[in-house]
């Protein structure tokens, strides 16, 4: 038996956006969640990683204070229920996919799920 999570990666090459959905969901949390207070989080995060987890640095990309930074990827590891940094790379790739395929691969609201 194998993890999902140790193939997903694959899922994004396969084509397959149920696959992809399922792992976005499974990685991201309640980050996946489709409203605009988990895109903000989603955007700050996207931004965070690549500047080696630095406050100051996203800060100044995203034109916001150091502390609604800090609060951000607070409120978005809660979400993820995990701290970012404890595995980067799926939450990257996860992060990219939700920034490419929208609403397609997001946790729509209870109200218009099928």
């Known amino acids: 038996m194998t993890r999902f999570g140790d193939v997903a990666p694959l899922a994004l090459m ?3 956006i149920e696959l992809v959905r399922a792992w976005v969901i499974e990685t991201l949390g309640s ?3 489709d409203d605009d207070h988990n ?3 989603r955007d700050t ?3 965070f990683l690549p500047e080696s987890g630095s406050f100051k640095a996203t800060a100044e990309r ?3 204070h150091k502390n609604t930074v800090q ?3 607070r409120k978005a590891e809660e979400s993820l229920g995990r701290p970012v940094g404890a595995d980067r790379l799926q939450v990257e790739l996860a992060l990219l996919a939700c ?3 929208g609403a397609s691969v997001l946790r729509q609201p209870r109200a218009s799920r099928r």
């Open 39 to 41: 895109l903000t989080l």
């Open 99 to 101: 920034q490419w395929l």
């Open 31 to 33: 980050l996946a969640d």
């Open 45 to 47: 995060l996207r931004v």
């Open 62 to 64: 995203l034109t916001l």
């Open 71 to 73: 609060y951000r990827v």
């Open 14 to 16: 396969s084509g397959s």
